[in-house]
């Protein structure tokens, strides 16, 4: 049984995540709630949980204060983090912290709760984190003696294999012939073999043969075994499983790939992170949309990295909310990640479809594709100047076209005039600063290109009907008034 503790400053939030989601249907038992960072951390130094979901933006002790204690202080706790923060930045600040998924509350519509705690269960799966998972395999410290043995491999340990067990007993492939041990769930290693008295060709086919129709699943040849101990190939297969296989698993290509076994094949990732943040730049540009070139590169090099499954699927959070907050506005389309990325061959595929996607919604027959894409780097560069001056102006000569052609574009793609759109852009960004931070007025007009905390707080009343300082103090009241 798993057990979780629901962490979310808002009563009502909790409440539907703990009545709504089918818990039991994943073996999970909620064993308690809390509203804020501090209270959280009281109740897991004194009870029992495997699962922390929290949310980010909280009073007290926000949820980036929580997860960096527990790690510290109890690191055996798993984390799922809940928020409304779409940005990139929040998605890496957790995942640094060791979170093993990210969700928006966004995606928490009723007929999506089965697929989004199965995703959790399953990222938990795939990181080792089950009981079972877990458990040593005792081997004696003998070293191997041959240089070849044959490893069959799956995506994660929850995938059913029939006739996977037991091995003895498959016509053909008797104990007299290759022997199995379960290194761990789903992950098989056979007896040594030296390189000429290598299983016959009708074996192998036989063995290949039992792939058919088992996706997920790889056989592979390991050699460099002579004078390694038992108990260091498992590790390096634990670790290879972990690491690497997401990236080497080719459901075309399921049988046979040979690996040697040797320090440097399992990669590092020191440089990763700052590179992961390169890309995320290029990503969030637009030229990969119609250049086969750019596309084909930056795939090319996302891959290269070999960042582990969670932060990969952590870039492409980010990725798909950045894409969304340009295309949407647009009318273009709404992208989602897929689910089921168990594999860069997933991961591969669903990136052509959304470029495909993208590509289609783009061909508007009023405009051409370059000036569509000059408005959406005049969206993009709206998004990331916010706290500046800009205007209709300075933003068309950027993007090489006249001021009033440009206006009458971005009015007719986007649905809004230019000033509409902005001043519609810094609204939002100042209710999210006055929701989830402490700033002053004068710090949040700033920050969202006005010229003065009056002229900001004139500007929001006459959009939100209120004051700055009235919206905080009413949303805030509201949320704990929720909360009792």
């Not at 006739?163 to 769930?185: A, D, F």
């Not at 399992?266 to 440089?271: E, G, L, P, T």
């Not at 969670?310 to 492409?316: A, D, N, Q, T």
């Not at 710090?443 to 002229?455: N, P």
Request: charged share 25%.
């Amino acid at each position: 049984m798993i057990r979780v503790l629901v962490v979310d400053d808002d009563k009502l939030v909790r409440k539907g995540l703990i009545s709504a989601m089918p818990w039991h249907e994943f073996d999970m038992q909620v064993v308690g709630e809390a509203n804020n960072g501090e209270r959280a951390l009281e109740f897991l130094h004194t009870n029992v949980v495997d699962l922390l979901l929290t949310d980010l933006a909280m009073p007290v002790m926000s949820g980036i204060e929580l997860m960096r204690l527990v790690r510290q202080q109890l690191p055996h706790i798993h984390i799922v983090v809940l928020t409304l923060h779409q940005d990139f930045e929040y998605v890496q600040e957790a995942l640094r912290l060791g979170a093993i998924d990210y969700i928006a509350k966004v995606q928490l519509e009723k007929e999506r709760f089965e697929e989004v705690l199965g995703r959790i269960h399953k990222r938990m799966m795939q990181a080792g984190l089950s009981a079972e998972g877990n458990k040593p395999v005792i081997q004696d410290e003998a070293g191997f003696s041959s240089d070849r043995a044959y490893v069959w491999i799956a995506l994660n340990k929850e995938l059913s294999f029939k006739g996977m067990r037991p091995w003895s007993e498959q016509e053909g492939l008797g104990s007299h012939e290759l022997q199995w041990i379960e290194v761990e769930p789903n992950l098989w290693l056979s007896n040594p073999v030296q390189p000429e008295d290598s299983i016959t060709q009708l074996r192998m086919e036989q063995l290949i043969g039992s792939l058919a129709g088992q996706s997920g699943w790889m056989l592979f040849g390991l050699d460099g075994l002579k004078g390694h101990k038992q108990q260091e190939v498992h590790r390096w297969l634990r670790e290879y499983r972990e690491k690497e296989f997401f990236y080497d698993y080719d459901p075309d290509q399921p049988a046979i790939v040979y690996l040697t076994l040797n320090n440097s094949t399992v990669h590092q990732r020191n440089s990763s992170e700052d590179n992961s943040n390169v890309l995320k730049i290029q990503w969030s540009s637009h030229e990969w949309i119609h250049n086969d070139l750019v596309f084909s590169r930056l795939v090319y090099e996302l891959k290269l990295l070999r960042l582990s499954q969670v932060k990969l699927i952590g870039l492409l959070y980010g990725l798909t909310d950045e894409w969304n907050r340009l295309f949407v506005p647009l009318g273009l389309v709404k992208l989602e990640l897929n689910p089921a990325l168990d594999s860069w061959h997933e991961v591969e595929k669903w990136l052509i479809q959304v470029r495909d996607l993208v590509r289609k919604a783009l061909a508007k027959p009023a405009f051409s594709p370059e000036v569509i894409e000059c408005v959406m780097k005049a969206i993009q560069m709206l998004h990331q100047e916010l706290h500046q001056q800009v205007t209709a102006a300075d933003i068309s000569r950027r993007v090489n076209m006249s001021r009033s052609y440009f206006s009458q574009c971005f009015k007719e793609i986007a649905g809004k005039t230019f000033n509409d759109y902005l001043r519609q852009l810094r609204v939002e960004k100042a209710k999210e600063y006055l929701l989830y931070t402490n700033k002053t007025i004068a710090w949040i007009a700033e920050h969202t290109g006005y010229m003065d905390e009056k002229y900001f707080s004139r500007s929001f009343r006459e959009q939100i009907g209120i004051l700055p300082s009235e919206f905080r103090l009413t949303m805030r009241e509201g949320r704990e008034m929720s909360d009792k």
